[in-house]
């Protein structure tokens, strides 16, 4: 018997989709594992931004795969870009709403035990206060702890309604059943503070993640809409006729004109210009174009006027390219598994079974009766409480992020602050980070006349410039006088030409214009000649931030491997490097380059990176923490993690420090309420700690907790 075998080959395809009703870490990791159960590979899921990505073969239902999500009570936008853009809003006042109606609610149930006013002690005052704050509290927590235990993946939202349940039913049994002696089981005010804190927390955490979203948004406006697209009929008639971008084709031709942003990318075919890359390269000097150079998308004309044929559109652009590498570090970023998520996979089966072991036992063999091993049950439950375990993190990360504002630093997220403290590389992007992005003459040489005429001559040169180089000359130079010439134009990519009323013509250019053939004082930016004699140089530079070279010392010395990664020329960012006391330094790398790079640093070890302009944003949001000054433009803001926002360089070192200051509060807090929790359960379970004092002991841990992270608001985080 012959048998025959058929291959089948499917090709693999990308989806991508926008899912709503992610809150945190653990509904992103529910999602991918359930996608990677249904066999997808590359799965990416991005909580902050609600975006996920997957690989599948050409054969699979993806409509039955979005299904599935919807199963798990999330919903997977199936409509166009503009209505996923909607879709990403869906925190809105509800929530605040929700949390505001339970602060007002618990304050109450708190002051009871500050102020002697009898109607706050009363039981069904208090039940009807409670109440409405637990049943919020299930609203919100339920759904996603729900989820967890039906994919195996327990939560801190388990560990909260399991405590604030135990709290409330435990109070309203003592309520009912035991009237006369109900205050000793009245642990309402319990339920609301778990239930409320947690949801501040989550509110503040949820609020600063979800804002990291708006640099995709804000690169995506950077996109020109409008192109002026050139016609061209059979007698060789140009007309020009605008239409959106989107419409243009490979291998049209647009027109591009001074103030213009270059809609597509391309090669010049007719004209030139001065134009703007900074976005690009990161460099603040403009860039001269000619015939046959490449222009990128979303780069602005200075000066000049220019025809370009499309040579990449729409997703193939570089900017989309950044906007697709942004999306896709911050989807390839881990949710920070915190300690207390890990510990609560374990713990919270076992209190479940501690409590019902405690129930049999006194109930079977000790022979008590129900009630009382009801109560014994009930007892564990309230002693172990999560309250400590849920209140661990937040309250640390609480004075971290306000003792971080007070310095000058904008956190997103807590979990920025844990992972400082794993750093060992930190990247500085050049200009804007490092230097403040303003040009000034650095030095200059004079041969054959007078330093003051020199300069008079130079700055009357250029005053008739409107290159940056320019007007950082004459503005440094202005008060050196004024010379008039007969005649003087300005060569394109060249420099400037003038004739004096004795005859002499003066020019001030680029060395590949005036100086290429001498062998002395080269490497300079500009050079002056006066009737093709050699009489003096400049070289311009980017100046160097106050505090540059003392953080830089300072990160040195902490033992941080400092590294400069910039898109500008190698000469200028070896003497940068040289002069902050960088050792290892990589120039004129372009976006994706310093993707790779970051990658590579990111292999050997947890990278920071520093950066401020569009070019770094990728990088920003792929490292490992992503941090920007306040003066940086709006999409690095956007994708760091830390935003230095009194625009100090020097603030970097601190914000390290508090956040390894943060770290060890944290880890602090997590091992009191474990300890606490490990030591009062068997205590409870064995009858020897009855339900009041396991109560305050519970009360106790919170106050340890707390006291512990009001430490961190007042250690010292400079040198």
């Not at 993806?62 to 599935?68: H, M, N």
């Not at 929700?98 to 007002?104: F, H, K, R, S, Y």
């Not at 004109?257 to 010049?268: F, T």
């Not at 940086?632 to 100090?648: D, E, R």
Request: charged letters at 20%; one cysteine or more.
């Amino acid at each position: 018997m012959v048998r025959k075998y058929t291959l089948r080959f499917f090709m693999e395809k990308n989806v991508s989709a926008v899912v709503e009703g992610m809150t945190c870490g653990n509904c992103a990791l529910t999602i991918t594992k359930i996608l990677e159960k249904k066999g997808m590979k590359n799965v990416a899921v991005n909580a902050a931004s609600g975006d996920v990505s997957f690989t599948t073969v050409e054969a699979t239902d993806v409509d039955k795969i979005y299904d599935t999500i919807d199963e798990l009570g999330y919903h997977v936008v199936r409509t166009n870009a503009k209505d996923e853009n909607q879709a990403l809003d869906h925190h809105d006042n509800h929530e605040t709403i929700l949390l505001l109606v339970c602060a007002a609610l618990t304050i109450p149930l708190l002051l009871h035990m500050f102020i002697s006013w009898h109607w706050l002690h009363h039981p069904w005052v208090q039940l009807v206060l409670a109440t409405p704050v637990f049943s919020i509290g299930c609203y919100v927590f339920v759904p996603s702890a729900y989820r967890s235990l039906k994919h195996g993946l327990p939560n801190m939202d388990v560990l909260i309604i399991i405590g604030a349940t135990a709290a409330f039913v435990y109070s309203l049994i003592g309520l009912l059943f035991i009237p006369e002696q109900a205050h000793h089981y009245l642990f309402f005010e319990t339920t609301a503070s778990i239930i409320t804190l947690v949801m501040a927390g989550n509110w503040l955490e949820h609020t600063t993640v979800k804002s990291t979203t708006v640099a995709i948004d804000a690169l995506v406006k950077l996109q020109p809409q409008k192109a002026r697209l050139v016609m061209t009929d059979s007698l060789g008639k140009d007309t020009v006729m605008e239409v959106e971008s989107k419409f243009v084709r490979k291998d049209d031709v647009v027109m591009v004109n001074n103030g213009d942003v270059v809609p597509v990318d391309g090669e010049i075919v007719f004209g030139e210009a001065q134009i703007d890359e900074h976005m690009i390269t990161g460099e603040s000097v403009p860039v001269h174009k000619r015939m046959n150079d490449a222009v990128v998308g979303g780069t602005l004309i200075l000066d000049g006027a220019i025809k370009v044929k499309a040579t990449a559109v729409g997703n193939n652009s570089v900017l989309a390219s950044i906007i697709k590498m942004v999306k896709e570090a911050q989807a390839i970023k881990p949710p920070l598994q915190k300690l207390a998520d890990k510990i609560s996979a374990i713990f919270v089966p076992s209190v479940l079974g501690i409590s019902l072991l405690t129930l049999i036992v006194n109930y079977f063999f000790v022979q008590l009766s129900f009630p009382e091993s009801m109560m014994r049950a009930i007892a564990v439950m309230v002693i172990s409480c999560p309250c400590a375990m849920g209140l661990a993190t937040p309250a640390a990360v609480a004075v971290g992020l306000g003792r971080a504002a007070r310095n000058g630093m904008l956190v997103k997220g807590g979990d920025t602050l844990a992972a400082l403290k794993t750093i060992k590389n930190i990247v500085f992007d050049k200009t804007g980070t490092l230097t403040t992005g303003k040009l000034q003459v650095a030095s200059f040489t004079v041969e054959g006349m007078e330093e003051t005429h020199f300069k008079q001559m130079v700055a009357a040169l250029e005053h008739h410039s409107s290159h940056p180089i320019a007007k950082s000359i004459t503005s440094t130079w202005s008060d050196t006088g004024n010379i008039e010439f007969a005649a003087i134009t300005e060569q394109k990519g060249k420099g400037m030409e003038a004739k004096d009323k004795e005859g002499n013509i003066w020019k001030l250019g680029s060395e590949s214009w005036l100086h290429a053939k001498a062998t002395d004082e080269k490497g300079h930016d500009l050079y002056l000649y006066k009737n093709e004699s050699y009489l003096g140089s400049l070289k311009i530079s980017d100046t160097l931030r106050v505090d540059a070279v003392a953080t830089i010392q300072e990160l040195n010395e902490m033992g941080y491997n400092t590294i400069l990664l910039s898109g500008d020329k190698k000469s200028k960012v070896e003497e940068i490097a040289k002069e902050l006391g960088i050792k290892e330094y990589y120039a004129e790398q372009n976006p994706e380059q310093k993707n790779k790079k970051l990658d590579e640093l990111m292999k050997q070890a947890p990278t920071a990176m520093v950066g401020d302009g569009i070019n770094d944003a990728p990088a920003l949001a792929r490292a490992t923490v992503g941090i920007s000054l306040s003066e940086s433009t709006q999409i690095a803001i956007q994708s760091a993690n830390l935003i230095l926002s009194n625009n100090q360089l020097s603030t970097l070192p601190k914000a390290i420090r508090l956040g390894i200051y943060t770290d060890q509060t944290i880890k602090q807090n997590l091992f009191w309420a474990f300890i606490y929790n490990v030591v009062a359960i068997p205590v409870a379970a064995a009858g020897f700690l009855s339900p009041t004092f396991g109560a305050g002991i519970m009360a106790l841990s919170d106050v340890v907790l707390v006291m512990n992270s009001l430490r961190l608001g007042i250690r010292n985080i400079s040198r």
